[in-house]
Each structure stands twice: as C-alpha cells, then as structure tokens.
C-alpha cells in the first residue's frame, strides 16, 4: 500500500446549488507505531462548498456524524444546515469509524448531517469509502483476536488522529478549523478537544456532549437512559393507543411460533425481544412515532384464501431489517459501549442494566399483565449476534471487545478544565440518546462552554432545524446572544 500522507484529490463535480470534490489520504492504521512500513488504511473525506466558491479562501468546517459506524450522507442537494454552513465556510466531511446514534435513528439523523456540508470536509475510518468495515471484508481476519486487534484503532481518539493528519495537509497554512459533532461526532469533538485542541479555532457540538469520566461510564449512561426510554414508550402509546393491542399480538405471536419467533429475510429471527429494538430509531426521533406507527401498519398479511394461517407480512420483516441497518453497519453494534471505555471493560453493561429493570421490559410479563410492551432504546445486546445474520459471524470478537480492559483514554479533563477554544453545545432535553442529566455533569468540566438547553427540537434537531441550530450555535460564539 501506498506510504502514509499519499492523498488523491479528484476533480470538482455538481449537485444542485453545490460543488464537490473527493480527497483520499493514506494513514497509519496505529498511529503510534513509527515503522513507515506499518498497516496503513484509506481514509476518504469531500470537500463541499457553494456554487462558484471554489476557489475562494473560505474557513473549513469538519463535519463530524453520529453513528458509531456509520458513513457520512451523500449531498443530492443545499439545504438545511449545509445551506447555512456554505454561507461561509469549506465543508469537510469525514467517513468515519463513529459510535452514536443508532440513529438507525441514525440513518435518520445522517441525513440531517449532510445538510452541514457547505465548506466541510467528510472522513471517519471504517466506514463509507475509508477503509470500511463490512461483514464481508472482516472476514479475512482468520481469528476473532486478530480482528478485535484491528478494530481496537477505530474509537475517537483515532478519528481525532486522522482528522489532524488531514487538516495539516488539506487546510492552507495548516490553520485551525472549525469542527462540528453531531451526536458521536460530539463525543468525538470533546476528545479532540482534550488532545488536539491546538488545531480547533472553535468546536459547535448538537446533542453531543458525553460523560467523561475515569473508567467505563456505560452503566451510569444506561441507567439515566432507561428512564427516559420508558417516558418515551408512555408518549408514544399515548399518541397511538391502539398500537398497544397490536404490539401485544406481534409478541404473541413470534413467542408461539416454533423456535420463539420467525424467519426474517436476510436469515436471522425475529423475535419477541428483536421487536423490542425497534425503539433504537423510533422513539428518539422527532418524526420516529409516526414512522414506526405506519410501519405496523403493514404487519399482518392480507388473508386471500379462507382458512389460511395468520402470518407476518414480508413487508413488515422487510422493513424492520432495514430499520436496524445491521447488515450494513456492523462496526455500530460491534463497537458501540467502547465508546464509553477507559481502561475498563463495558462487560454488555446494556444487557445487564437492563436485567435491573427486566419486570419493565419483559414483553410477556407486561402482556399477561395487560400493560403496553416496551421497546428499547440505543442498546446492543449479546443475544444480537444470534439472532441478527449479518452479525453472527462476529459474535466471538463482539464478546472479546465487550471484556477489553486496556482501551486508551478517551478524554482529559484537566486539559479541559484550561480549554481555551470556543464551544457551544446544543443540548436536548428530552434527548433519549445523550442523557440530559449526565451532559449537566460533564459541561462544568469543560472551560468557558456556552450552552443552549432547548426542548424545541429532539436528538434529531440538526436535521429538523439545522438552520436555526447552526445560527443559533454560531451565534453564541460570535457575542450575538447575551451571556445571561
């Protein structure tokens, strides 16, 4: 493979109202290895800006997404916040190795993401067109030790890395630039502002403030994130109250049918607590109800001859693949509680967390009960790895990850405790992914940070409003808002 800083840049093309051109870099896999002949991986970012700025010295905007795992979205077009951001900056974006979202929700919110283009560039490793890691190119890893020690390089503090390595090279005069976090991407920011903060001329972060404290901080964002999921499930069975019988009778059927559930399309199981999942896109977003609400819509299969068995309709089974996206974004359930990992292990701190509140979320408990069946929130499982296709082949390195201890730290709050680069956070308060409450904890923490707590908008409200979000962000930077 070609040596480390080898970039190729292809020429300008048009999508409506914007202009575009692709960058590919060539860098370490470790960066902490000085072997020049060391793994190295791709790393693939677009460059976005106005129609006839090209040339233009703008100020750079990178643009960071949710995820983890994640690609960033494809511009087909200006609008939303990419519109906003083109007003004045060059836009990264970043195919990325991101956590956040399962925005599954995260499809979702990624194409609120692509909005932000305007003068960003676009990379995250592992993903999309850098390097990524799919089912099929992880299986040439002939042992799960062999991949988990590969995938031990796709966190945060390495897509800081890249980024660094990128903008040193891309940047004119190696200036500092703006960067932009958008759920992960925010977790992402907050590293880079413990470890590069001298490449940042300022950091907007929407619905992206993580915990950051010693160890693994997964069990405390867990338990804070229940109890916003089983407020979540009451507005949405409030809004949909015949949804409860219908759900009820989907678990009652996948529990009846031989082997606890049904064959989904791609070959895996649907069942009982599988439908429980849908809640990981359908409950956080703000047009999240409604969409899962037209998905039942279509559950049952028509009955066109008499006496024919009640069945789920493909459409249904379908769509709920399509939902978790797991098929084609592996790295997101792989790699999704190390993001909360620092020299400690997660030890499926989701599965057991949820054991705590099992009398809740036992979908048979809560039918014989005659109580609504609640679904879960942005949680990976281990029984996933079994019941998913896709997923089965990497159920081995799922575990191993799962009882890492050694992962490098991920933030440094005394470095943040002196940041001098100018923040503005977006916080949610009704954010069902990035718990309000444990945001509260971690913003005393970073110096001279400025907040907007809304609950106008959910963890959705970049795509929602990114306009009004970026303005508003922006606008907190620039002394147009009043500090009190």
Same mark, same amino acid.
């Given at each position: 493979?070609?040596?480390?800083?080898?970039?190729?840049?292809?020429?300008?093309?048009?999508?409506?109202?914007?202009?575009?051109?692709?960058?590919?870099?060539?860098?370490?896999?470790?960066?902490?290895?000085?072997?020049?002949?060391?793994?190295?991986?791709?790393?693939?970012?677009?460059?976005?800006?106005?129609?006839?700025?090209?040339?233009?010295?703008?100020?750079?905007?990178?643009?960071?997404?949710?995820?983890?795992?994640?690609?960033?979205?494809?511009?087909?077009? $200006?609008?939303?916040?990419?519109?906003? $951001?083109?007003?004045?900056?060059?836009?990264? #974006?970043?195919?990325?190795?991101?956590?956040?979202? *399962?925005?599954?929700?995260?499809?979702?919110?990624?194409?609120?993401?692509?909005?932000?283009?305007?003068?960003?560039?676009?990379?995250?490793?592992?993903?999309?067109?850098?390097?990524?890691?799919?089912?099929?190119?992880?299986?040439?890893?002939?042992?799960?030790?062999?991949?988990?020690?590969?995938?031990?390089?796709?966190?945060?503090?390495?897509?800081?890395?890249?980024?660094?390595?990128?903008?040193?090279?891309?940047? *004119?005069?190696?200036?500092?630039?703006?960067?932009?976090?958008?759920?992960?991407?925010?977790?992402?920011?907050?590293?880079?502002?413990?470890?590069?903060?001298?490449?940042?001329?300022?950091?907007? #972060?929407?619905?992206?403030?993580?915990?950051?404290?010693?160890?693994?901080?997964?069990?405390?964002?867990?338990?804070?994130?229940?109890?916003?999921?089983?407020?979540?499930?009451?507005?949405?069975?409030?809004?949909? *109250?015949?949804?409860?019988?219908?759900?009820?009778?989907?678990?009652?059927?996948?529990?009846?049918?031989?082997?606890?559930?049904?064959?989904?399309?791609?070959?895996?199981?649907?069942?009982?607590?599988?439908?429980?999942?849908?809640?990981?896109?359908?409950?956080?977003?703000?047009?999240?109800f409604e969409r899962l609400h037209y998905m039942f819509e279509r559950v049952w299969d028509p009955l066109l001859?008499?006496?024919? *068995?009640?069945?789920?309709?493909?459409?249904?089974?379908?769509?709920?693949?399509?939902?978790?996206?797991?098929?084609? %974004?592996?790295?997101?359930?792989?790699?999704?509680?190390?993001?909360?990992?620092?020299?400690?292990?997660?030890?499926?701190? $989701?599965?057991?967390?949820?054991?705590?509140?099992?009398?809740?979320?036992?979908?048979?408990?809560?039918?014989?009960?005659?109580?609504p069946v609640l679904f879960t929130g942005e949680m990976i499982f281990p029984w996933i790895f079994d019941e998913?296709?896709?997923?089965?082949?990497?159920?081995?390195?799922?575990?191993?990850?799962?009882?890492?201890?050694?992962?490098?730290?991920?933030?440094?709050?005394?470095?943040?405790? %002196? %940041?001098?680069?100018?923040?503005?956070?977006?916080?949610?308060?009704?954010?069902?992914?990035?718990?309000?409450?444990?945001v509260m904890e971690t913003t005393p923490l970073i110096a001279g940070i400025r907040l907007w707590i809304t609950?106008?908008?959910?963890?959705?409200?970049?795509?929602?409003?990114?306009?009004?979000?970026?303005?508003?962000?922006?606008?907190?930077?620039?002394?147009?808002?009043?500090?009190?």
């Amino acid at each position: 493979m070609a040596a480390a800083g080898e970039r190729v840049t292809s020429g300008w093309f048009s999508v409506p109202d914007l202009r575009l051109r692709n960058h590919r870099f060539t860098v370490p896999l470790d960066y902490t290895l000085s072997d020049p002949a060391s793994q190295k991986i791709s790393i693939f970012v677009r460059e976005v800006v106005g129609v006839g700025k090209e040339e233009l010295d703008l100020p750079f905007l990178l643009y960071l997404q949710g995820g983890p795992g994640f690609e960033c979205m494809r511009p087909a077009e $200006a609008g939303g916040w990419i519109s906003k $951001a083109c007003e004045e900056y060059r836009v990264v #974006l970043l195919d990325q190795a991101c956590f956040e979202a *399962p925005l599954h929700f995260w499809c979702v919110c990624l194409i609120q993401f692509v909005l932000f283009l305007a003068k960003m560039f676009k990379f995250q490793r592992g993903t999309g067109l850098s390097t990524p890691l799919t089912t099929s190119s992880m299986s040439q890893f002939k042992s799960a030790e062999k991949l988990v020690d590969y995938l031990k390089h796709f966190r945060a503090d390495n897509i800081v890395r890249d980024a660094e390595f990128v903008r040193r090279r891309l940047v *004119p005069d190696s200036r500092p630039w703006t960067v932009m976090g958008q759920s992960y991407g925010g977790f992402c920011a907050v590293t880079y502002l413990s470890f590069a903060p001298q490449g940042l001329k300022q950091v907007l #972060l929407t619905g992206g403030v993580p915990p950051i404290g010693s160890g693994c901080t997964a069990d405390a964002v867990y338990r804070a994130c229940f109890d916003q999921i089983v407020k979540q499930n009451e507005k949405y069975y409030q809004r949909f *109250p015949e949804d409860i019988h219908i759900v009820q009778e989907i678990v009652k059927y996948l529990a009846e049918s031989e082997g606890g559930g049904v064959p989904l399309p791609s070959g895996g199981i649907l069942t009982p607590r599988g439908l429980q999942l849908l809640g990981l896109a359908g409950l956080g977003s703000s047009t999240g109800f409604e969409r899962l609400h037209y998905m039942f819509e279509r559950v049952w299969d028509p009955l066109l001859v008499p006496g024919a *068995p009640k069945r789920i309709s493909y459409v249904f089974l379908n769509a709920y693949e399509k939902w978790l996206d797991f098929d084609s %974004n592996p790295l997101y359930a792989l790699m999704h509680e190390s993001i909360y990992c620092q020299g400690a292990s997660s030890s499926w701190s $989701a599965h057991r967390i949820r054991a705590e509140n099992e009398s809740q979320f036992d979908a048979m408990k809560a039918i014989k009960e005659g109580r609504p069946v609640l679904f879960t929130g942005e949680m990976i499982f281990p029984w996933i790895f079994d019941e998913m296709h896709a997923l089965k082949p990497l159920k081995e390195a799922a575990h191993l990850l799962a009882e890492k201890k050694d992962w490098p730290p991920l933030y440094d709050v005394a470095t943040l405790k %002196n %940041n001098k680069v100018p923040v503005a956070a977006a916080v949610y308060y009704e954010d069902m992914y990035v718990n309000f409450k444990l945001v509260m904890e971690t913003t005393p923490l970073i110096a001279g940070i400025r907040l907007w707590i809304t609950n106008e908008y959910m963890h959705s409200g970049l795509r929602d409003g990114g306009s009004h979000v970026m303005d508003h962000l922006l606008g907190l930077l620039k002394g147009k808002k009043p500090l009190f």
